[in-house]
């Protein structure tokens, strides 16, 4: 399993994959090999890893943008992984994002993780930002909710 080395909860994750395969069954041996992220995601591209663990950001926070790069046929992560689904694609293409999660979960093309950012901003007025509700509610009605932000009221000058 390819993994960055320059990412130590990467690392970990290759790990507790690695170990809890071979809890499942001992014949299945994982070798776990660290590769420079642009190795990683070229040989990812080029159809070469079974099995691997990358990063993945959207360029803006909105649900099309992680729906469409992680789950629609097109995508970057399904493109690698040679995997599409009609019906998937069309949820995604309608914007049925419940319905495209749940989808997804039955179909199992990769696994998700959470991996919190390791660099954020926001203006002062943002409330909640260091917040832990903003990760604690992630799943509510099968759908990934991630922030509580809002912003505060003007105060009169």
Avoid: C
């Avoid at 990812?44 to 890893?49: D, G, K, Q, S, T």
């Amino acid at each position: 399993m390819a993994f960055s080395p320059s990412n130590s909860s990467r690392m970990a994750l290759a790990e507790l994959v690695r170990d809890g395969l071979a809890r499942v069954n001992p014949k299945f041996q994982v070798l776990l090999k660290a590769v420079p992220s642009k190795e990683l995601y070229a040989a990812a591209e080029a159809h070469r890893l079974p099995l691997f663990i990358a990063g993945y950001a959207s360029d803006y926070p909105d649900a099309r943008s992680f729906a469409s790069g992680m789950l629609h046929g097109s995508g970057y992560y399904p493109k690698a992984q040679r995997f599409s689904d009609a019906t998937l694609d069309s949820l995604v293409e309608a914007g049925s994002w419940r319905e495209a999660v749940k989808r997804a979960a039955e179909l199992i093309p990769h696994v998700t993780t959470y991996e919190p950012s390791r660099f954020t901003a926001a203006r002062k007025w943002v409330k909640n930002f260091d917040n832990d509700v903003n990760v604690a509610n992630m799943g509510v009605d099968d759908y990934p909710y991630f922030y509580s932000y809002s912003k505060e009221a003007a105060v009169p000058e």
